[in-house]
């Protein structure tokens, strides 16, 4: 399940060339609430991280493309029964539309990560994953524990053992984590002062 167009929104643009990777910002007023969101450029595409607080013990995590496919996304959902699954959706161009996920009433803990990065994986997996003439989606049964190393945040299966890991980028400061041929979470880097003020605020650490 997808957090759907956020009700009360208002849009102030403005463009701002802070760093190489960030091509504009975009800034929105949510529940009185001001929520900064990243967007970034990525092998032509625009891609929006969205780190938000929807209230205490619900944070939410969002890397989504900018430009809408109008085609049917395929979706690959890892859930526990709980709370909405983490979703990684897959549009008719086999890129990636977007990835969300929820924490609702966990927290992240401060730890020291000690997974290695040995090589990139390849987006052309999805085309392997799914067969247009097969229901587009997959569920899987897992848990995750979420960890946070300076100014990464980590979203890792609780049941991976398996220390060496390959990065999927979706962005230069976002990616998917592989280990073998098996998906076990997401990172995401470099969070900025406003993401961690959203953490903060919704009291999920």
């Known amino acids: 399940m997808r957090v759907g167009a956020l009700e009360c929104v208002v ?10 990777l960030i091509r504009r910002r975009w800034r929105y007023l949510v529940h009185g ?22 209230g205490e013990g619900l944070l ?18 890892y859930e526990n029964g709980k709370k909405p699954p983490l979703d990684i959706a897959i549009n008719g161009n086999n890129k990636i539309e977007y990835v969300s996920y929820f924490l609702q009433d966990e927290k992240l803990e401060h730890r020291k ?11 052309n997996v999805f085309s392997e994953v799914f067969n247009p003439k097969d229901n587009c989606y997959i569920s899987y ?16 299966r609780s049941d991976n053992s398996c220390n ?5 980028h979706v962005t230069s ?3 998917l ?21 959203e953490i903060i605020r919704s009291k999920c650490i």
């Open 173 to 175: 400061l976002d990616s």
């Open 11 to 20: 849009k102030l643009y403005w463009k701002v060339m802070e760093h190489p």
């Open 141 to 156: 049964n897992c848990d995750f524990n979420y960890w946070i190393d300076g100014d990464t945040i980590w979203v890792i």
């Open 113 to 123: 990560i000690e997974l290695e990065n040995i090589g990139e994986y390849n987006e």
């Open 60 to 77: 939410f995590f969002e890397i989504s493309i900018k430009e809408k496919s109008v085609r049917q996304n395929c979706h690959i959902l």
């Open 164 to 168: 060496k890991i390959k990065e999927l």
């Open 177 to 197: 984590i592989f280990a073998g041929d098996e998906f076990i979470g997401f990172k995401l880097d470099a969070i900025r002062e406003n993401e961690k003020d």
């Open 33 to 54: 609430v001001r929520v900064d969101i990243l967007e970034h450029m990525e092998n032509g595409d625009k891609y929006i991280r969205k780190i938000e607080s929807m």
